[in-house]
């Protein structure tokens, strides 16, 4: 469902391995593809690949908690005596229901009890250090309901009040003490560099917070979907580069501002040792114009933006040009492959260079 109308229907295969899609009629004829490249809006059925997403669609997948969520489901639903390794993906997207990130939601929905909203933001980090230390578990259920099924390794919780719509993030057990102050420098960072970020705030001195990019001023929610869902990549297998990335924005969006935001992500990301640049940490959502009624795809602000020096086996996510040690000459070229000259490119490196110089921590000329 998107906005209480029916998007389409979601089934299996005869064998329960491959999920099945099909338009509705009615949204074929006034929505939007909810998914380009995977899910074009045509009419016909749409069979899910095997992998990566053992039989689900990218879309569906980016609906489902992983990381922080999925251990807390997994927590939550022992505790109800249901082992979630027997679940199949419908039944998750049931148990997400309307609680996810972005504006799709299930029906029916599972609902497995713990609906109690939580503001006190101490109780709930020490809730969360406390489920993620294996100390107990009984508030599994209570935390996966305030995380929203938000992704990621850290916990999360989602909070509205008189000035928005927030998701505010929490210590893991492996977090150093100003993790929050830290993300709170790199947002500075990078809204000098041009990158354009949510608003954000230290919550109690400790906790960074970000304003919801998935729900509008009008508090209505937009499609939202990560740049592996639209792709069909997995962050398990992180083979993705940045010219996938910037290709995928020109052709999604057709907007040479969006292409030239995601240039300036690549590059803050490599100067800033920010190695956490995977697939689920890029993401496009719909909007709709004012004046033509018509649909349409942008990049979406940057999020998780913040010191990981270690990355994967100490490499970024994301490589450029090919590899995971760039020189001048590759962003250069990975700018060149989307129509970006080279002067554009060597001015988009210096503004980036120059609002986050306090940051930096790779060097980027050539050897």
């Known amino acids: 469902m998107f906005h209480d109308r029916s998007v389409g229907g979601v089934s299996v295969t005869p064998d329960n391995r491959l999920n099945v899609f099909e338009y509705d009629k009615s949204w074929l004829a006034e929505g939007f593809s909810i998914s380009p490249l995977e899910l074009p809006l045509k009419p016909g059925i749409f069979i899910a690949k095997p992998q990566p997403f053992y039989g689900n669609f990218g879309v569906f997948e980016d609906s489902l908690p992983d990381g922080y969520g999925r251990y807390l489901l997994h927590k939550a639903l022992l505790r109800e005596g249901i082992d979630d390794s027997k679940l199949s993906s419908l039944d998750r997207l049931a148990l997400v229901g309307n609680n996810g990130l972005g504006a799709l939601t299930y029906s029916p929905a599972i609902n497995i009890g713990h609906e109690e909203t939580a503001t006190d933001f101490d109780q709930l980090q020490e809730m969360a250090l406390e489920v993620l230390g294996e100390r107990q578990d009984k508030d599994a259920g209570l935390l996966l309901y305030n995380s929203g099924n938000s992704g990621g390794a850290r916990p999360k919780a989602v909070f509205s009040e008189s000035e928005g719509h927030w998701i505010i993030k929490f210590r893991h057990i492996y977090d150093p003490q100003n993790i929050g102050q830290q993300e709170v420098l790199y947002n500075e960072a990078a809204r000098k560099c041009g990158i354009l970020v949510p608003d954000f705030r230290l919550v109690n001195g400790r906790y960074f917070a970000c304003r919801r990019f998935d729900i509008d001023n009008e508090g209505n929610r937009i499609h939202t979907s990560t740049a592996g869902g639209l792709m069909g990549i997995s962050l398990r297998e992180p083979f993705l580069d940045y010219s996938n990335l910037l290709a995928l924005t020109g052709y999604i969006t057709q907007s040479r ?78 700018g060149k492959k989307i129509k970006l000259a080279e002067d554009i490119c060597l001015s988009l490196i210096e503004e980036v260079s120059s609002g986050c110089k306090e940051l930096t921590r790779y060097d980027i000329r050539e050897s």
């Not at 689920?280 to 010191?307: M, Q």
């Open 257 to 334: 501002e969006d292409v030239e935001q995601m240039y300036r992500r690549m590059v803050f990301n490599y100067l800033t040792d920010n190695k956490d640049d995977h697939c689920k940490n890029f993401s496009f959502y719909v909007v709709r114009d004012n004046d033509s009624g018509e649909w349409r795809w942008r990049l979406a602000p940057a999020y998780d933006l913040t010191i990981c020096t270690e990355g994967y086996n100490g490499e970024h996510a994301t490589s450029v040009n090919g590899t995971g040690h760039p020189q001048l000459s590759d962003f250069i070229s990975v």
